[in-house]
Structure formats: C-alpha cells, structure tokens
C-alpha cells in the first residue's frame, strides 16, 4: 500500500488512454510535438496526492512535462492496467 507523497509506478488502461488522447485546450493539457500519448498498458511514474484509506489519487507524469491526475486507484501487480504498483 502507498502512502501520501510516495511515489509509484501507474499503469494505464484503456479508458485513461482515451483521456489523454483527447486532450486539448480546455483541458489544460497540451500535446507536445513528437511525443506520443500513452497507450493502454503504458506504465509512467505517478504521485500519490490524496489516501482515501487504500484508494488514491495519482498525479501521473507524463513525457514531456505535462502531468494528468486519475482518481480513485487501487494497487496492483506491476503491469495490471488501472492500478499502481509501489515503488520500493
């Protein structure tokens, strides 16, 4: 289990790829040119910003600078899409 401000390793699935890869202005987050959005099973370094007790919210950091926050994540397996794996 991760606590708050550890940082771990996320894994994203298929809906959070979709999220990014609809990414524009009023989102706040921009494309950078030549860096590929993740895809479904990319794994990216996260924070844990807030503990509900076993759930967390992740702020995700993405190439290139960007960052994008998924809420509501469990822990996993290393490589279990939609979850996060701690870093030891």
Same mark, same amino acid.
């Given at each position: 289990?991760?606590? #708050?401000?550890?940082?771990? #390793? ?9 999220? #990014? ?9 921009? @494309? #950078? ?29 993405? @190439? ?18 939609? @979850? ?5």
């Amino acid at each position: 289990m991760a606590t #708050l401000g550890q940082m771990v #390793l996320y894994c994203f699935d298929a809906a959070q790829a979709n999220v #990014l890869a609809q990414r524009g202005t009023p989102t706040g987050n921009f @494309r #950078l040119g030549g860096i590929p959005d993740p895809t479904a099973g990319s794994v990216l370094p996260a924070l844990v910003v807030h503990d509900y007790g076993g759930v967390h919210d992740l702020k995700v950091f993405l @190439r290139g600078g960007t960052q994008h926050t998924v809420q509501n994540v469990i822990a996993g397996t290393a490589g279990q899409q939609g @979850r996060y794996s701690a870093v030891v």
